[in-house]
């Protein structure tokens, strides 16, 4: 479909507003090889998941083979070399790098960035129309010439207008990789949004869609129609703040640091099934550590902890999902109590059973001092430090230099996570640097 461009002097303009700019840079992980490796272009190209296990981001020519995303490996292994396809392990250095430098890049051009993930960031823009067009302009060609990875840019009076925005100009080529919501035609809007299925919306998944159809809202525009107290009393607060802002009544706030967080989960699918509780009990001892660390970092305390396993879907002959709940003595990131927590879930692992992935998820989180103990209940190994000794240990000599129980055993776990399709980590180890030869 043709889109056509509002004059500049439209209505619904007015020069020197605030706009939201949404920069997603497209199939990041893709894009983050290519950006090394330039035979990749043009090529399909699928990055798999923990332990090569499943497709999480394809290509456009990996997408036009009928590769789903969250295929599984070994399902389509087998037909990679007849479609040319190319799989790669998930290089998280790498990916890790490249975000880095592309949310450094887009500091340049506002003074108000909200990092949203590793892929995509919401910026604060002013201008006129025509300033704002071209704002979006430089930013996409300057990450593409600094960086090297391909990005799109929706900008709108509103977040969830802008990640609307940023989604047709990733799939329309009339806006080239730039879509300024207001610069759009009011009837034309609309008729983008009666072609979109209200899936496709910020926060609005498969199974809220289900219940929206019940109503008879299918398209973006019945739910925009919609009275958003209908929305509020139906289903939440939050769809209904969806609503005003596809009206576009902004009230979703930009946040400098994401907050809020009120569990943080570790899990992690195994390259090679865990068989026995000793082994269970290492998992779990590394996990707590982890949980300890990333606690003490953003300042936080738990007070619940729940550790689980289970097996593989696809082994129907031993099927197995233990869990574990435990409230903690006291809110802590102390790692000698989450690890005995967490440990507490070996109890209930069957000897021989093939558990493939595992993990922790601690809860109930208050920011450190909140709530002080009485001295009676003061926990000594929090008073102590030990987990932002452990932390400081691990930074300085490397992770598995130093560990809790048998987290802190030699020789590194033979679960521990494949790779065996990983490119070079170009950016953050000496002895993998891209080589460059001039003749």
Known sequence: ????????????????????????????????????????????????????????????????????????????????????????????????????????????????????SIDEAFLGVNGTPIQIRKLGRTIKDAVRRHVGVPVCVGIA?????????????????DFAGVCHWESIPEDVREGLMSRLSVVELWGVAARLTKRLNAMGIHTILDLKNTNP????DRFSVVLMRTVLELQGTACIPMEEERVGRDQLIFSRSFSTPVTTAADM??????????????????????????????????????????????????????PVLLHRAANSLCERIYEGVKYVRAGIMVTDLRPTGNQSPLELFENPHEERGIGPLLEAVS?????????????????GPDWSMKREMLSPRYTTHWDELLLVKAS
């Open 395 to 411: 930074k300085r000599y490397g992770r598995g230099s130093i560990g809790l129980g048998s987290a802190g055993v030699r020789g």
């Open 281 to 334: 009990g290492q998992v779990m001892s590394v996990y707590a550590q982890q949980a300890s660390a990333r606690l003490a970092k953003h300042g936080l305390q738990a007070k619940v902890l729940t550790a689980f396993a289970g097996t593989s879907n696809y082994n129907q002959d031993s099927i197995s999902y233990p869990s574990v709940c435990v409230p903690l003595p006291l809110p802590t990131a102390d």
């Open 157 to 173: 009076r509103t977040k969830g207008l802008a990640k609307l925005a940023n989604k047709l100009a990733k799939h329309n080529p």
């Open 229 to 232: 107290v209908l929305i509020r």
């Open 1 to 116: 479909m043709r889109i056509r461009t509002a004059e500049t002097s439209g209505p619904a303009l007015m020069p020197g507003s605030d706009y939201i700019a949404h920069v997603d840079v497209n199939s990041f992980y893709a894009s983050a090889e290519r950006a090394f490796n330039p035979s990749l272009e043009g090529v399909p190209v699928v990055v798999l998941s923990n332990n090569d296990g499943c497709v999480v981001t394809r290509t456009a020519e990996a997408k036009a083979l009928g590769i789903p995303m969250g295929e599984p490996w070994f399902k389509i292994a087998p037909r990679a070399k007849a479609w040319g396809l190319v799989a790669l392990s998930s290089n998280y250095e790498l990916y890790g790098d490249i975000s880095s430098r592309v949310m450094e890049l887009l500091g340049r051009y506002s003074a108000w960035v909200e990092v949203y």
